[in-house]
């Protein structure tokens, strides 16, 4: 190219590309957020690839940044080459190096397209001007490929890219930046030399290259100065500057040991510094940088006072806040050294200084310790900033690199801006904030209060550990409770605080337990480590941009591992980061074999050297025995350690003298002590008690009574029993009197079985509402009521002497719930948790009837989502108490340990009946949906319970079906709800079924909302919820409890969602290739998968976690696993026609392989015993085996004529049920191997998967017919209808253990969850009788009266054009799918063509066949027909590349067919005078032939007109005959000159996103217009002279297949592979079935903020309007206008539609809908 230096970059396809930009110096723009522009223009050299009709194949290139993937279009090849010239824009330039990855694909229509070659391209650091960022970066690309044409495959190690690249600079046009090839190597060599001062031009600094064999560039100047340099720095001395400053750190130290708050810190400095190990100075004897900040250090604490003002020094005074500031910062000037030294990049990152330049960050170290000293001498307060060194982070090593590359370049230092700018992102800050966290501090931290000068031995080990750089990496402290361990963790927490070296504090409470939120642990981290180390929150914006899934996971595996491990590889750190959990033995699943303590022990080595892990936990030995076998990461400690513990009688005394009166004290404090035997709690407690005597004792009297304790109550264990005495002592002191004493069993009842921490005030509310005797008639006696029992208690419960009524109340010590709810220990103040729980019922519920109301929050708008208000959190503090919202979350969770009762029933009655709405909103506001099914599940179990009592039995019933109503309301509605509070009335109570008793008791309520005037259901869809998955599932299965689904998919991804909501719960990731089986264990505590990568993978349900190494054996795919019923052994069935059972515990094989089958095997099962096992396999068999030897039981099950897919057992065992090959089901008795029932007949395709119902009553099957059946498992009759949805084949198929719901798979990409109940509903509405499958021809007749239509099912209907009632058909006669229709001129015949290879012509009045047909010549499909304008004629164009004309009255060809065409004929039509007739064919061609020569004569006499890149798929001539349209594969339009073949403006005509495959004049004189549907599911219609677009119809939900406009131009008609027609009326916005538009569009009051900007937008349901996958129709900036139930969705009427030909056609009345910001209108209270 002229004036530009361009440079060719070769790169084989099997290694990553690194390309460095070297960067002119002239003018450059600098970097910031730019756009970037790619200019595709050619690719040459293609290989020759070619389709299997023999035409070169379309080739496109794929450009992704990693965020945004973009794609050209595909274009035939032509001398392997091909021409694009065609601009991807969209792309940012974010954060050097600017990474772009090309690839090169062939485009194949029916499987995956061929990747040709790619490649990555690093733009490195380029640079861009901010002020002109809204410019874009322009890349220009041409691609030429290379390959081995002698071969017949092309393989990726076979194929290099040459890639040609032009960057022009905007401002100054036609720069060319070039880009070098670069080897690692030199880069590291050019970063090296960044750090030092450029000494000559830009030229000279870039290497000198040296060609090698594997084209790598060798450096060595700057390597061999790098070697000097370091050679050099060894020569330095600075051991004796490093004594000399740890002996005045010492000296410090013994000078303030009499001051308690001071002494800890100085400790903490000296012991980091005595701990640095020579070895690591050996590493830095002589960099006087080290040096000089050792003598800084040493000058700092050079006072000239002596020690003696030190050692009366005040901690809280000036110069006391200003000594603790030094030893903080010496620590980190400790740390500093430490890493300095460790750490060999840290080191090279330095060593820019070795030309006698200070480093900056030293310098300043050494700077604030000089200020520092100065204030301190001069009593002065601290006003400088004091900037202390957290890390030496990737922003920093960023800054170097880019500063040096920059500086040799141009000296530009804006680079560091830049990145600063990236890591305070305000989009990431947001992002975060979804992302909970919980803070280890409390509001009321006296349990965790230590004395000074208490628990010395153990926080000094716990220090050193931390410090010591070899110690191990997690210090585990063990004990029984009251031991102190918290205690000692919140000192150590307390003291890393202060002096800013903390990264994290969780604790965890039992109170919690049942909320299972262990995963908080690590999101609590992850905030920690952005609020304290930039690098790392910059490193996570990478993972949290575009992924909210990993934003609201609890996963383990993907928050460690995707959130915190791969976000601190970009991250250096200066120290040790210490993190402490305390309390984990009161995590939630502190008693599961692989619960959190599990993964620890396994995972925390993987975590950087320098982090460390304190860890509390009582002396149990499910916790502590995974850390001892990971003894080489976990040190552990226990509490009654005889060093460490050795003065702890002492500290409980020191304890003592600090709390109780001096007098007291003298007297008796060392026989309390030795009273504690060691418990600190119980010193805590006693002192309590002491200082706050029951009324009529005296202090002397409770310290009487304690001496006088005797041991006992052996039963409870030597180490508490004084404990357990103790509190006894204490509670009988206080409530003594049975009142009062009944009082704290109802208070404390409460507060013990709330399922999260109650606080006064919300404990006062519920108090109200519950059946106590207590008479709390309003919140002030409830308040009143607590307060006399919580308020002695001081020493037992937190927050309860606080004057702040809102702070959680919970015991300080678990010992004291431990105590009263064992009625051995506590007698008479036995807490009766079942009662506790009744009354906790009815005050939830209470609450809940007066508290819940429409619109709680008073929300804006429907538009927005949940997650998109911003101020929500806001709203539901304001708005939803507490204490309603724990009602909400845990009304069923206390109901559920009750019996029945009436009263307690006669509430929840009404709950239901009133404020059931009401409750779901709460749960959608507050992210909870999930658990309502749940809620109604233990709800219908505690109904169940009462069907005793004969009083309410009517009653009962009558609700039970209201409740059964409500949870398929939830399941139906649940992923709506889920989403946002306001369409649980806007969209999901209109489309309530008429017979739902949820819709009988609220539709009233809310008339101002749509209805549904047409294809209202009667009863419950059968199809409840439709997951879209992003690839193929291949297996699915429900969890035990029904609230989650488990499904395996082609990517290699296992998936768990939420069977509620349908979202993402998490994703276990291990297997490489397609999982083609998945199961839950019985308990739900484990998943099996198998796997195409042969391998089987057990996780852990909880946590995801895959639970030990993949089990290796099979010697092929594996293709269906299960548990046994004890969740003990695994059985597997793979592809090497081997069944072999494993053992879950140890990952082996148990036995041999089970051998038999002659072919692979299929499906596997466990009987319920657990005794035998049984496969299906390809060879057509069944075989049951001995699941202990191995042996075969009896001999193969024959019956069945072709492969078995699926098999399984009933739940008693008895019997085997098998779906096959051959569409058939069978069911076998298991004893004898006797086929017992069946064939059960009636899928068309293969039956791809079977399982039984937990009763054995039932059975389900799917098949690749596309339909789930259900079946009578006794009779073998089809139970209901078949279930009919998916698009494509159902893989998988399964009952809820309940047997109301079944779930299904399919390669359509979507997971289905059916009601299994629904099929026993006797519809009262005609079924639909229209076309079973994809709709391929409309076309109107010639007086626009009637419609025809041509379906894959093989059949032919006729329409009523006006009403859309069918008015003939179906017409039956072709074998295989109808391609094409049309009527004859008279509207008397309609000609059809198949691919049967034939044409039939029909009588429209009889549906008979007329005379002479079928029409047989062609040998392949007959893809387009059409009658000449006299009716005498058919034309017909075929798959077998020729064109005929028929005698349309006797059949016979005339003369011999057209042949010019080199592929595929796709459309034929007749000119309006019947003289000619064009063609369009796959060779991308349009061909005209005169139609009035006969026999040899015929000829092709236009054409070919070329210009179309791909197939032409639709050809039609003008009114007048001047004018041929086309529409083409390549997404245009194009306009010919019939006559003279040249393309006439305003071609081509673009706009369709896909295929244009069909397209039509306008049949006024002019044809002004163009009509054209696409496979991007619109129809449109165009100006036909300028190609503008004039309308725009998107109601289909599948691509069109064939679009007729009718000849006054007012209708027009479309067809779609989705299954439906649809009539569109084009002189008006609006048909018949709906009010306008305008009804819709609601004007808003002006309101402030981004999201109301939002909420006040006009949105209308318009021709335009798409539904979204999750079923949402959306505005321009995705407001949720409505959303439409899976069953409605393919049927809706667009406001254009007269009528839809489609199963359920759906019509919505919208005249009274309200929505937007005037949304809260659609209710009207009663």
């Known amino acids: 190219m002229e004036n530009t230096a361009n440079l060719i970059r070769k790169s084989t396809l099997t290694s990553q590309s690194t390309v460095v930009n070297q960067i002119a110096e002239e003018g450059l723009p600098q970097p910031g957020n730019r756009r970037l522009e790619v200019t595709v223009l050619r690719a040459c050299k293609l290989p020759p690839l070619k389709t299997l009709s023999g035409k070169p194949r379309q080739f496109y290139v794929s450009v992704t940044d990693g965020t945004i993937t973009k794609k050209t279009t595909a274009i035939r090849s032509v001398d392997q080459t091909v021409q694009w010239d065609e601009k991807l824009d969209g792309f940012s330039l974010l954060r050097p190096p600017y990474n772009i990855t090309l690839c090169v694909y062939a485009k194949r229509d029916l499987s995956k397209d061929i990747l040709v070659g790619t490649c990555e391209l690093s733009l490195g650091d380029i640079a861009v001007d901010e002020g002109s960022s809204s410019e874009p970066v ?359 605080r202060d002096m800013n070296r903390l990264s994290s504090y969780f604790v965890f409470h039992r109170a919690e337990r049942s909320k299972r939120e262990d995963y908080l642990l690590f999101t609590t981290l992850v905030h920690d480590l952005c609020d304290r180390y930039p690098s790392f929150k910059a490193a996570l914006g990478k993972a949290l941009r575009n992924n909210k899934h990993l934003r609201t996971t609890n996963d383990y595996h ?54 460390r892990i304190l860890i509390t936990s009582r002396l149990e030995s499910n916790i502590i025995d995974p850390f001892t076998k990971a003894s080489n990461a976990f040190q552990i400690i226990h509490m009654d350690d005889s060093e460490l513990a050795a003065k702890t009688n002492d500290d409980i005394q020191v304890y003592i003298a600090t709390v109780l009166p001096s007098t007291i004290y003298r007297k008796n404090g060392s026989m309390l002590a030795g009273k504690a035997e060691g418990l600190f709690q119980w010193a805590a407690v006693a002192c309590g008690y002491i200082n706050d005597p029951p009324r009529g004792l005296t202090k002397n009297d409770c310290i009487r009574a304690l001496l006088g304790l005797s041991v006992g109550h052996e039963e409870v264990g030597k180490r508490l029993g004084p404990l357990y005495d103790l509190y006894k002592q204490v509670l009988e002191g206080y409530f003594k009197a049975n009142i009062v004493q009944r009082r704290f069993q109802s208070v404390m009842g409460q507060l013990l079985t709330a399922f999260e921490p109650l606080s006064i005030d919300s404990l ?118 507490r204490v309603l919202i724990y009602a909400c979350h845990f009304w069923d969770d206390h109901l559920q340990r009750l019996c029945f009762e009436q009263a307690l029933f006669s509430k929840v009655q009404s709950l239901f009946d009133k404020k059931f709405l009401f409750w779901l909103e709460v749960l959608s506001l507050t992210g909870s949906v999930g658990i309502a099914t749940p809620a109604l599940f233990s709800l219908k179990a505690w109904l169940a319970s009462g069907q005793c009592n004969q009083a309410s039995r009517g009653e009962l019933e009558t609700f039970q079906e209201l409740v059964t109503d409500a949870s398929t309301f939830l399941r139906c509605f649940g992923m709506v709800i889920e989403k946002s509070a306001p369409h649980i009335y806007v969209s999901a109570l209109p489309f309530t079924p008429i017979s739902s008793h949820i819709s009988k008791h609220y539709s009233a309520a809310f008339p101002n909302t749509f209805s549904v005037n047409r294809g209202r259901l009667l009863h419950w869809p059968a199809v409840e919820m439709v997951i879209p ?105 793979s592809f090497d026609c081997t069944i072999r059972v494993w053992n879950v515990a140890t990952g082996l094989m148990e036995g041999s392989p089970f051998v038999g089958h002659t072919a692979l095997v299929n499906s596997v099962a466990f009987s319920p015993d657990g005794r035998r096992a049984i496969s299906g396999s390809f060879d057509g068999t069944i075989r049951v085996w001995n699941a202990m030897t191995g042996a075969p039981e009896g001999s193969p099950l024959t019956g069945h004529s072709d492969s078995v897919n699926s098999v399984a057992f009933s739940q008693d065992g008895q019997h085997i049920v098998s779906g096959s090959d051959d569409c058939t089901i069978c069911v076998w008795n298991t004893t004898t191997g006797a086929l017992e029932r069946g064939p059960f007949m009636g899928h068309a395709e293969s039956v791809c998967s079977v399982a039984f119902s937990q009763d054995g009553q039932r059975i389900v099957s799917g098949s690749s017919d596309n339909t789930i059946r259900v079946w009578d498992a006794i009779t073998g009759a089809l139970v209901g209808s078949p279930f009919t949805g998916h698009t494509d084949s159902v893989s998988c198929v399964a009952f809820s253990q309940d047997g109301e719901r079944i779930i299904s ?52 209907r006729m329409w009523n054009a006006i009403t859309g009632a069918m008015e003939g058909g179906p017409f039956i006669g072709h074998t295989q799918s109808v391609r094409c229709v049309v009527f004859s001129p008279d509207g008397e015949r309609i000609a059809s063509g198949s691919n049967d290879c034939t044409i039939r012509v029909w009588n429209t009045a009889t549906g008979e066949e007329m005379e002479g047909s079928p029409l047989i010549g062609h040998t392949n499909f007959v893809n387009s027909v059409a009658f000449s304008p006299d009716g005498r004629r058919i034309v017909s164009g075929s798959f077998d590349y020729t064109i005929r004309v028929w005698d349309a009255m006797t059949g016979v060809m005339e003369g011999t067919p057209f042949i010019g065409h080199v592929d595929a004929v796709r459309s034929v039509v007749f000119s309006e005078d019947g003289q000619w007739i064009a063609s369009g064919s796959d060779d991308g061609t349009i061909r005209v032939w005169n139609a009035t020569t006969t026999g040899a004569a015929k000829s092709q006499c236009g054409g070919p007109f070329i210009g179309h890149f791909d197939s032409v798929n639709s050809v039609a001539f003008s009114q007048d005959g001047q004018r041929i349209v086309s529409g083409s594969d390549d997404a245009t339009i194009r306009v010919w000159d019939a006559m003279t073949g040249t ?74 592979y989705d299954g439906t027609i649809r009539a569109w009326n084009t002189s008006t916005m609006v048909g018949p079935s709906m009010h306008t538009s305008a009804s819709l569009e609601v004007a808003a009051p002006e309101v402030d903020g981004h999201d109301h900007d939002r909420a006040k937008q006009v949105v209308s349901f318009t021709d335009e309007s798409v539904i979204d996958g999750e079923g949402w129709i959306l505005g321009s900036e995705n407001e949720l206008l409505v959303w439409i139930p899976p069953i409605h969705r393919m049927s809706l009427h667009r406001p254009s539609n007269m009528w839809v030909a489609g199963e359920r056609e759906t019509r919505l009345d919208l005249s009274r809908f309200v929505h937007g910001v005037d949304w809260a209108m659609c209710y009207n209270r009663l």
Not at 445 to 464: C, K, S
Not at 771 to 799: E, F, K, R, Y
Not at 1326 to 1352: E, L, M
Not at 1581 to 1609: P, Q
Request: hydrophobic share 40%; net charge negative; charged share 25%.
């Open 1029 to 1133: 998955v992003e690839r193929k599932s291949i297996s699915v299965a429900f969890s035990q409890d029904g609230r989650r689904i488990l499904s395996g998919s082609s990517d290699g991804t296992i998936c768990m969602w939420n069977a509620t909501t349908g979202s993402l719960e998490g994703s276990l990731i291990g297997h490489t290739s397609s999982v083609k089986s998945v199961a839950f264990s019985r308990d739900g505590r484990r998943i099996v998968s198998g796997s195409n990568d042969r391998t089987i993978r057990v996780w852990n349900a909880i946590t995801g976690e895959m639970e030990g190494s993949p089990f290796i054996g099979h010697g092929d795919l594996v293709n269906s696993v299960a548990f046994s019923e004890d969740g003990r052994r695994i059985v597997s069935g």
């Open 1543 to 1616: 393309m006439k403006s305003p071609s081509p005509i673009t706009g369709h996103a896909g295929t244009v495959n069909s397209v039509a004049f306008s049949r006024d004189p002019d044809g002004m217009r163009i009509v054209s549907g696409s496979n991007d599911g619109t129809i449109r219609v165009w100006n036909a002279a300028t190609g503008v677009e004039e309308r725009l119809f998107a109601g289909h939900g599948n691509s069109l297949s064939c679009v007729a406009i009718s000849r006054d131009g007012e209708r027009i008609v479309s067809a779609s």
């Open 138 to 496: 322009k890349l220009h690309l041409t691609l030429t490929l290379s390959a081995d044409l002698n071969t017949s495959r092309i393989m990726a190690t076979d194929t290099s890219i040459l890639v040609m690249t032009e960057v022009y600079n905007p401002k100054a046009e036609g720069h060319t930046i070039s880009i070098p090839s670069i080897s690692q190597r030199t880069l590291d060599s050019i970063r090296t030399a960044a750090f030092s001062e450029p000494t000559s031009p830009v030229a000279s600094h870039l290497p000198t290259k040296t060609g090698t064999a594997d084209g790598q560039v060798e450096v060595s100047p700057s390597e061999v100065a790098l070697q000097d340099v370091s050679d050099a720095v060894r020569t330095m001395k600075l051991e004796n500057a490093w004594e000399n400053v740890v002996e005045r750190i010492r000296w410090v130290m013994d000078a303030v040991s009499p001051v308690a708050e001071l002494h800890p810190y100085a400790k903490m400095a000296w012991g980091l510094f005595s701990m640095i190990p020579k070895t690591f100075l050996m590493q830095v004897q002589r960099d006087e940088n080290i040096k000089a900040l050792l003598d800084a250090i040493y000058d700092a604490f050079d006072f000239t006072q002596e020690a003696e003002p030190l050692k009366d020094m005040n901690s809280l005074s000036k110069q006391g806040r200003i000594l603790t500031l030094m030893l903080q910062h010496v620590c980190h000037c400790g740390d500093f050294i430490k890493s300095y030294a460790q750490d060999v990049e840290f080191w090279k990152r330095l060593l820019k200084n070795i030309s006698g330049r200070v480093d900056t960050e030293i310098q300043g170290l050494c700077t604030t310790l000089v200020e520092l000293r100065k204030a301190f001498l001069d009593h002065a307060t601290v006003t400088t900033e004091i900037t202390v060194l957290q890390i030496l982070d990737d922003v920093g090593i960023m800054s170097a690199h880019i500063n040096g590359i920059s500086t040799q370049l141009d000296g530009m230092n804006s680079q560091l801006k830049w990145v600063s700018a990236q890591v305070l992102d305000i989009d990431l800050d947001e992002k975060l904030r979804e992302i909970p966290y919980k803070t280890g501090w409390r509001s009321d931290t006296r349990r965790d209060y230590l004395l000074p000068g208490t628990r010395i031995e153990f926080l000094d080990h716990i220090v050193n550990w931390v410090d010591n750089p070899h110690s191990k990496r997690s210090l585990v402290l063990v004990g029984q409770a009251g031991t102190g361990k918290s205690s000692i963790a919140h000192e150590i927490a307390r003291r890393f």
């Open 1305 to 1356: 798979c399919s390669f359509d990409r979507t997971i289905r969850v059916w009601n299994a109940t629904t099929g026993t509903f006797k519809s009262e509405e005609t079924p639909f009788s229209g076309h079973t499958g994809a709709v391929n021809s409309v076309a109107f007749s010639q007086d626009d009266r009637r419609i025809v239509s041509g379906s894959f099912d093989g059949t032919i």
């Open 558 to 611: 993907t928050l460690f591992e995707t959130l915190i491990l791969q976000p601190l590889k970009d991250v250096r750190t200066v120290g040790p980061i210490l993190i402490i959990i305390d309390a984990l033995d009161e995590s939630g699943d502190a008693a599961d074999r692989k619960g959190l303590h599990t993964f620890l022990a396994e995972h925390v080595f993987e975590l950087p050297s320098n982090f």
């Open 764 to 881: 006062a509310t519920l108090r109200r509402y519950s059946l106590d005797d207590d008479d709390d008639d309003d919140d002030d006696d409830a308040v009143d009521s607590i307060i006399a029992v919580v308020s002695h208690l001081g020493s037992l419960l937190s927050n309860v002497t606080s004057t702040d009524r809102t702070l959680p109340i919970t015991p300080l010590h678990t010992s004291f719930r431990d105590f009263l709810t064992d009625s051995k220990i506590s007698g008479g103040f036995h807490i009766d948790l079942d009662e506790a729980h009744r009354q906790l019922a009815h005050s939830c519920v209470g609450l809940m009837l007066r508290d819940l109301k429409f619109n709680i929050c008073e929300l804006e708008s429907s538009y927005i989502p949940n997650e998109e208000i911003s101020d929500l959190p806001f709203l539901i503090n304001k708005h939803i108490p």
